[in-house]
């Protein structure tokens, strides 16, 4: 099972050919809703979107940037505690991942709410097709 696409980036400049149509599970990517971060990143670096790491890397850092505010203290066991207790309610940067709008931990650790993700290769460019929620595409 493919989890990141960016080691199809230089396909992605022969548009429709190899990988038109092709789709892809993913745990997180730009879809609805993320139109001006993927605008913002695509300047910044020159790629066409937003890939899975970026967005990934963008997410991770927003949630220990919050965590790191909550506790108050950078002390491990005070970041700790406030991320297991951090809850992140229709925060724009979080609405990036699916499930993001509400945003927090289970007590096992792992993320409450999160979905996976279906992209589809369109004309060159990576378009999410599923959860409907986040589509910024229909299927092709």
Known sequence: VLSQ???LLPCQSNPAQAINGMMVPIQGFPGKGS?????????MT????????????????????KALEKAGSAKPEDVHKA??????????????LPGGSDFRFGPNGRRMGAEVMIIQWQQGVPKVIFPD???NAKPI
């Open 83 to 96: 991320l297991k207790s951090l809850h992140l309610v229709n925060d724009p940067q979080m609405s990036l």
């Open 133 to 135: 929620a986040l589509a």
């Open 46 to 65: 020159g790629q066409p979107f937003m890939d899975a790491e970026a967005l990934t890397g963008y997410t991770n850092l927003w949630v220990v940037a």
């Open 35 to 43: 139109d001006a971060v993927n605008a913002a990143y695509s300047k």
């Open 5 to 7: 696409i960016s080691f």
